[in-house]
């Protein structure tokens, strides 16, 4: 009986979290931005009257015109296979922020099976090349030429803007593909190609700022105060990624705050990934630009109460000391019911590594392995 008690108690010892010596790794004013890992979503859509075969059928006086704003495109399969060399891109009458300021053009050999108004993103696509077009201000006016790095002939094209002049809608009067960088031969768009609407952006957005200056943004998890959450319409897969201005760091457990109100937006499935790269991703990205390390994940079974602090959740397995972490969840309480994630306070703790402590400790057990050796 005795043997057995021991045996319990010593796995309750290894079961039983022990904190002692970490502490909050996460602090007001750390770097923060919001990511959303499967975000690509398509908001396109057109009024009738201005729909993509506008762009080609070379009349300044029809435009089309994308509400999806940046981001926004159109596929077009010209009736030969044709090679675009250059490409031009007429003003249309009004709202010169509608005017594209940079895009990506791609091609594919693939029979198109993207619908109108999707993300396009059906087919396979090379990217063919990508740069800035500087359009006049004047409405109705032919841009400049466009040379396009392309040597290769495709069945199909696929152009997006991902930025404009400055306005939420996107809008072109005419486009033009030409076989040569100059801008001279044929025009190898017809007025009859089939061409479609397409929108690509990252659905990972939080809402402006708020009537005291604080917003729904990522800081807002770790401004220590219930009083502002961090929200991302990206709901399922969304998260954050933070690089905490206490210096490297191991994890052994984080803790989450409920926000203010819709239960159904909590948090459920979470997964932590570190990293030691310089952050390059961009706030609202899918957050991939850097080399990351998934460490742990779980479920959390956060209280319904709204500005309650949940239990503490171990983080397992951390080997290894990260400048960075990202935190995805992979759902919310109800994502049929939400229409976004959102949380009040997220606080990691763990043990900051001692840089210099810990260099020296790795010498010595160097130098012992050698002589062991
Ligand atoms: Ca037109
Ligand atoms: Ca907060």
Redesign the pocket.
Known sequence: MKRVLSVVAVLAAMTAPVFGASIPILAPGDFIIGVDADGMVSNSSYPGGEAPPNALDRDSGTKYLNFGGPGSGFIVTPSDISLVSSFVLTTANDAEGRDPATWELYGTDDAISSVDNSTGLAENWTLIDSGTVALPSDRFAVGPVVPVDNMAPYSSYRMVFPELKGASLMQVADVGFYPLPDGSGPDQLSPSDPILAIHAGWDSRSPAAGPTGLSEGPA??I?G?????YLNFGEVNSGFIVTPSIGPSTLDSFEITTANDAVERDPVIWMLFGTNDPITSANNSDGAEENWTLISGGTMALPDERNTLGPRYVIANQSEAYTSYKMLFESVKDAGAANSMQI??VQFYGIPEPATVCLLGLGALTLLRRRRA
């Open positions: 807002s998890a401004d105060t219930t009083d502002w959450k009040g306070e």
